[in-house]
């Protein structure tokens, strides 16, 4: 029998999506299944975006868009940019299927087979994914839970930099842990990027939501490194549009914007009416961001609050993004999750997490964290709470 490829061996499984089986058998079992592994969005999509795919002509005929994306689209999302404080042109931008597609994209225009991009770990998980598919290694520096997730010491990052070393790999603010990074901690990071010419990528798809008086710095606005900065974008969680798979590259490096539409070109054009949608949601209203955040603001509280109240767990609490990692009193985040899945419930529902061990490069970590997204109502975040407070006094892996 032929062999599969040395890339689909590597190609790592998703720890967000893993446990989904053990889940879709609680629901035939008639469990209430809470699912706070996956960064699913129960906010409603703006209307803005819904009415302009309803308009839609039932005669129009549903073509390719240019390689970069529809030109209009471009140029009003370089005035949203503009909006927030990035100056960029419509030439410094590309839209992408998707966040993921405009990182890969990236990785693929400026990083070479062999080539390593250091990251700070716990990350997005699916970075690891879209290094395999570019040949890249992943260098991760370790985070710790104990001050947030804050950005690793400088010393840290400067020892992992090799002659192989090509880029450095943020998530601003952070997924999973929702730490926001500070304007020094960027420009910390700027240091070491202008000593070594380092490319530096920053995944910035949560601007819109940072809490308690705090502001995003975005990378676009860090002097000296113009050139080297390449940011990822998304519709996805900005406007709870996950489905419409639409993102974007940014860069005022003409020679990556021009390498990435030749990647571009070949996958032919993003999605049609994706982009009309994506388009029409630039024109929505402040009020709804400001609901938003509110509604965030309290979902966290309850959250983190809620689970700092249990003996024996231990949560920092996020600035930014939809996600919190919580530290649990067991032997495997892993088996703990799975567990409560297959063998547990109270009052016939329970809780679906994200093992934190697949955020982490290094073998070994997060073997006692889980990722937590608290996208879903507050009432259901309360007896999330409960579940996990009642398990973990009958779980019998429980240290």
Request: charged share 20%; aromatic share 10%.
């Amino acid at each position: 029998m032929p062999k599969i490829s040395s890339k689909a061996l590597q190609m790592p499984e998703s720890p967000i999506r893993k446990l989904v089986p053990y889940a879709e058998k609680a629901n035939a079992q008639g469990k209430k299944v809470h699912f706070l592994n996956i960064g699913q969005p129960d906010i409603k999509t703006p209307k803005e975006a819904l009415e302009a795919v309803r308009s839609i002509s039932m005669d129009r005929v549903i073509e390719y868009s240019h390689s970069a994306g529809y030109a209009s689209y471009r140029e009003n999302l370089a005035n949203y940019y503009k909006g927030v404080g990035i100056n960029v042109s419509s030439d410094d931008l590309m839209i992408t299927t998707g966040g993921s597609e405009a990182l890969t994209f990236g990785f693929m225009s400026t990083c070479n087979p062999g080539d390593e991009v250091i990251i700070p770990e716990p990350f997005y998980a699916n970075y690891n994914g879209f290094a395999v598919a570019a040949g890249l290694n992943v260098v991760p520096v370790t985070a710790s839970i104990e001050n947030g997730f804050a950005l690793p010491p400088v010393e840290e990052i400067k020892k992992k930099v090799t002659d192989k070393t090509k880029a450095i790999v943020i998530c601003n603010p952070g997924n999973p842990t929702g730490y926001l990074y500070s304007k020094e901690e960027l420009e910390q990071l700027r240091d070491i990027v202008q000593e070594h010419d380092l490319f530096l990528f920053a995944d910035e798809v949560y601007r819109e939501f940072c809490y308690d008086g705090a502001q995003p710095f975005s990378v676009m606005n860090l002097a000296g490194i113009e050139q080297n900065v390449i940011m990822i974008d998304s519709v996805s969680k900005r406007y709870s549009m996950c489905g419409a798979r639409i993102g974007a590259i940014v860069s005022r490096n003409k020679e990556v914007m021009s390498s990435a539409l030749k990647f571009a070109q070949a996958r032919l054009s993003p999605p049609t009416l994706a982009q009309i949608a994506s388009e029409a949601a630039l024109n929505t209203p402040q009020s709804y961001f400001d609901e938003v955040v509110s509604e965030y603001v309290e979902r966290r509280n309850t959250m983190v609050d809620g689970l700092n109240a249990i003996d024996g767990v231990f949560c920092p609490k996020p600035s930014g993004a939809f996600y919190c990692v919580a530290k649990f009193p067991v032997d495997s985040t892993e088996k703990f999750c799975q567990w409560l899945l297959e063998s547990y419930d109270y009052e016939g529902e329970t809780v679906m997490m994200a093992p934190a061990s697949g955020f982490y490069a290094t073998p070994g970590l997060g073997e006692q964290e889980a990722r937590i997204a608290y996208v879903v109502n507050t009432e259901d975040l309360k007896k999330a709470v409960t579940i996990l407070e009642e398990a973990l006094k009958v779980y019998p892996g429980r240290v």
